[in-house]
Every structure is written in structure tokens, then in C-alpha cells.
């Protein structure tokens, strides 16, 4: 398996790289590149992972995610069916804050852009909602001249900046990538843990995709995720009970067993645990949140 180094190809003369993605699916293995990634997700869904966090993303998502920051973008196993006429669209902009802090942040007028970029360390991210001034931003950049797509680049991130809606995703910065096999090691894990996650999954079976004793393994995946490997087993399961408890018909039970839970109560008290609520008071919550 290669390194999950990602290399960004680098246009000659542009200090900036503008993307436009229309896939299937987002690529789904986790990695990371020295460029700053800030992103627009147009269409799609699916499980986010960004340095320590596990969440979802979905459609107006805008993601700024830092340097050598640990990520993937996994689309919902629908994307991936043969028959699926499901779309993953993106746009994005991929810069190096070296490019830019001597020079360009470094004017009294853009400092506080390079404080900015300090928190995209942890990841950032701003939920919109259709017609968002932030979206419209960026689905001007693919037909903008080099210096309009510029202009947009640091307006969009003086918005960010001065947004108070905006979160802060991961608690753990992540400044240099650390071994390529640590990385092959954590991507096996997180996909194997994401694919059968509804299953019964042991620490002898991840130990055995990381190819560490279970003794080893607990030790190599808390240096590297700061939680254990229960921990997040229990985070993917309930990310994706909550998204069947706002999609699906199924009952909280039929939910509970569809996400590897075999008992309930447990399966109730994980989710009080992560959430902050039950799952009943979950559905309540949900179906109360205005749309728009």
C-alpha cells in the first residue's frame, strides 16, 4: 500500500490551487498534505474524520483543514453501489500558508488572516444553508481570472475569520505528519472499522489489520488518535444511528442491532454518552430543528 502523503499537483506561477470534484464518491482514504485545503461540499454525504474527530458532512459544508492535518472525506456506502446515480461535488481552494504569511498576511489589513490559519490546525468548519453569501463565493471561483479567484480566496477567509457560527472540529493539532506506515496502519483500522462497523469487530481483529499484537496496538492507536480503539468504535456506530434515527422508519431497537449494538442498554447509554441526550429526545430534537 502506498504512502498516504497526498500529493497536490502544483500549477506553475499560482500560489493557489482551485479544484472542482464531480464523483461518485469523495476519495475515501484517510491522508494528509502540506497544503491548507478550504472546501465547499456542493453535494454528498458521508462519515468526516479530521485529527481526532468523527462527524458527518453534508451538502454546503465548507471545511478549512490545515497542513499535515489527518482526514478523509468517507461518502455513505449508497455512493458505492453499482446502480447509485449519487454525485459527490466539491469545489476547492489548496494553498501553503508559506506562500502567503510572508508576504500577502503579513499587512496590517490581512494579519489577522494568519492568526486564522493558525486554527485550521484543528480543522474548521462552517455549516450553510442554500444561498449562503459563503457558497455563492465559492461557486464564482472555476470562470474567475487568477487575481478575482485570489480576492475571493482571502474574502472567504476574512469571513471564516470573523464568523462566530464557524466550529473548531478536531481538539488535537496536528503540525507534522508523522511515519508513512503509521498512517497505512490508521487508514486499514478506520476503513476496516467503517466498513463493519453493524458487525461484532474485537481488538484481536483490528490488531490483526494494523499487524500488531492487541497489546501493541492499543499503545500505537492512543499515541496516535488520543482515544481508544472502543472509543471510537463506539463513535462511528452512533454517527450512523443518528443518522438512521433522522432518515429511517426503523424503531430505536431495530436501529440499536443495524449499528452492532446487541443490547440495548448499552446501546442507549453509548448514545447519551456521545450525543448528551437519548436517542428518543434525539428524534424530538431533530424533528423541532427548523429546515432552511
Known sequence: MKPLLFKVPAIEDRTFRVEQDNFPHFYGLLHFHPE???????????????GDKIDRFGRNDVLLL?????HVLRSDPDYFAPESTRRSVAISVLFRAEHLEPTVLNLPETRHLQLFLRESQHGVRLRCGEGHPLTEKFESLPTQRPI??????????????TCADREVISATA??????????QRLERVFSFILENY??????????????????AFCRFFRQHTRKTFLTLLNEVRIEHACRYLRE???????????????????????FKGITGMAPGEYIRSYNRTPIG
Open 36 to 50: 491548507i485545503q478550504l472546501t465547499l461540499i456542493q453535494e454528498g454525504e458521508g462519515t468526516l474524520i479530521v
Open 66 to 70: 490545515g497542513s499535515n492535518l489527518p
Open 148 to 161: 478575482e479567484q485570489f480576492l475571493t480566496l482571502l474574502s472567504i477567509l476574512d469571513y471564516l475569520s
Open 174 to 183: 496536528f503540525t507534522h505528519p508523522q511515519r508513512p506506515e503509521d498512517h
Open 198 to 215: 453493524h458487525a461484532s469487530i474485537t481488538l484481536e481483529d483490528v490488531a490483526s489489520m494494523a499487524n500488531l499484537t492487541p497489546g
Open 248 to 270: 429511517s422508519k426503523q424503531t430505536i431497537s431495530q436501529i440499536a442491532f443495524s449499528c452492532g449494538y446487541t443490547n440495548l442498554s448499552n446501546f442507549n447509554r453509548q
